[in-house]
């Protein structure tokens, strides 16, 4: 989890923050948890987040890793720029984070050419399209 944390920045000294806060059992047991229902986004993410000092976008990075088949990372910088229309300002951080799943699986879906090479089926995973939304994204587009 603090290695997931350190990739992606540390910000605000959050690798300390959640070491500082949580016992390294609870942190263990609750992404063991996540692992468990990862065939169910919101359990996983639900699991991730009663981490404390775990946000979002940490919670659902963690789920990027451990699954980038099926996950994507939802940041503010992510969320800031998709049409509200397509994922509106939601309060519940679970149905908010499975209607982002939903967008990533439509483009998936919609993707014309084929993945990567080195993938046999040459299929997208939802972390593909997800860092291709970020990138949009990030460049302002």
Aim: hydrophobic content about 40%; proline content about 5%.
């Amino acid at each position: 989890m603090i290695a997931i944390v350190n990739w992606g920045g540390n910000p605000y000294g959050l690798s300390g923050l959640v070491h500082r806060h949580n016992t390294e059992s609870h942190v263990l047991a609750k992404t063991r948890e996540a692992i468990e229902v990862l065939n169910d986004p919101a359990c996983a993410l639900s699991n991730l987040r009663s981490i404390k000092y775990l946000g979002l976008a940490f919670a659902s990075k963690t789920l990027r890793c451990l699954c980038p088949q099926n996950y994507g990372a939802l940041d503010s910088k992510l969320r800031g720029c998709i049409n509200p229309s397509l994922l509106p300002q939601i309060r519940k951080e679970t149905t908010l984070y499975c209607k982002f799943l939903d967008i990533c699986r439509k483009l998936q879906q919609m993707a014309l050419s084929p993945g990567p090479e080195r993938r046999s089926d040459k299929r997208w995973f939802i972390a593909d399209i997800e860092m291709a939304l970020f990138q949009f994204a990030w460049y302002g587009n």
